[in-house]
């Protein structure tokens, strides 16, 4: 398959568009698109259709890799349909994003013309545009799916490597194994955030973890960048000759201990 240029929100086939299930779903993609991607990401929209409502969505130009986002969503969701799992790339929070997703695409009880909404995969090259369907089965799949969450105050490190607050604040933040971790904040904490960009640092809050005892969420209320030191403990060594007073280190040692 090429690669992914964009993904098509297609609502109400063939008929006049409903206007709050149109622009409900739109934010819902949204939101289920930044919790499947590392970064905060700048979606664009291409084009608009009306009659059926359709909206392409398509990453930013200068960062056409972000379009695995769109693969990602696209083949889990019709994994979901299939009957199988989700990866472990998908979060409780990116799980729940998915479920209102779909919910959100169906029927009201005054409707008899009813098409479901569908996502298509754009790419390039020829072949069949993948495609999924908001049917009210992949809503109760996905419900089903929705795995078991703890919180609790804690802290985490890593580095921070994305900052958005154009779509409310959050941010994300790599730790040393590479998953990352989602960030949300107060107003208050964008300045610290901003300055601490690329750093290393340490975020405490409330802390959000999935059955497996893996964090997925920080609702930060501090961040703090690591300084790195400036000497290694290799560095020390030799730095102070007088400091044993002469004397060996095991006596020096023994004469010393209890005073630490």
């Known amino acids: ?18 206007a709050g299930r149109f622009f409900q779903l739109g ?3 949204l939101a289920l698109l930044d919790e499947l991607s590392d ?10 259709r009306t009659g059926s409502a359709l909206a392409t969505l398509a990453p930013p130009n200068e960062h056409p890799e972000h379009g695995r986002v769109l693969r990602l969503a696209v083949a889990s969701l019709n994994a979901v349909d299939r009957g199988f799992r989700l990866s472990d790339e998908w979060t409780p ?14 029927p009201t009880d005054l409707e008899e013309n009813w098409v479901p909404p569908r996502l ?3 790419t390039e090259g020829s072949g069949p545009a993948p495609t999924v369907v908001l049917t009210p089965e992949l809503g ?16 985490v490190r890593g580095e921070l490597v994305g900052l958005n607050v154009s779509r409310g604040n959050r941010a994300s933040l790599r730790l040393p194994n590479k998953r990352i ?12 955030l901003k300055d601490a960009l690329y750093q290393q640092v340490e975020v405490s809050g409330l802390v959000r973890q999935d059955g497996d005892g893996r964090v997925f969420h920080v609702k930060a209320e501090a961040v703090t960048t690591l300084v790195k030191p400036d000497l290694r403990w290799t560095d020390l060594i030799g730095i102070d000759p007088d400091y044993l007073e002469g004397t060996s280190i095991p006596d020096w040692l023994e004469a010393h201990r209890g005073e630490a």
């Open 120 to 122: 298509v995969l754009l």
């Open 181 to 192: 971790v989602r960030l949300g904040f107060e107003t208050s904490l964008r300045d610290d």
């Open 39 to 48: 970064v905060p990401v700048p979606w664009w929209i291409r084009s608009l």
């Open 1 to 18: 398959m090429g690669r992914v240029e964009a993904l098509e929100l297609i609502v109400d086939e063939g008929q006049p568009a409903n």
């Open 93 to 106: 929070d990116a799980i729940k994003a998915a479920h209102r997703f779909v919910e959100h695409g169906q």
């Open 27 to 29: 934010h819902d993609l």
């Open 140 to 155: 109760d799949r996905l419900r089903e799916l929705t795995p078991f969450v703890r919180s609790m105050p804690g802290s």
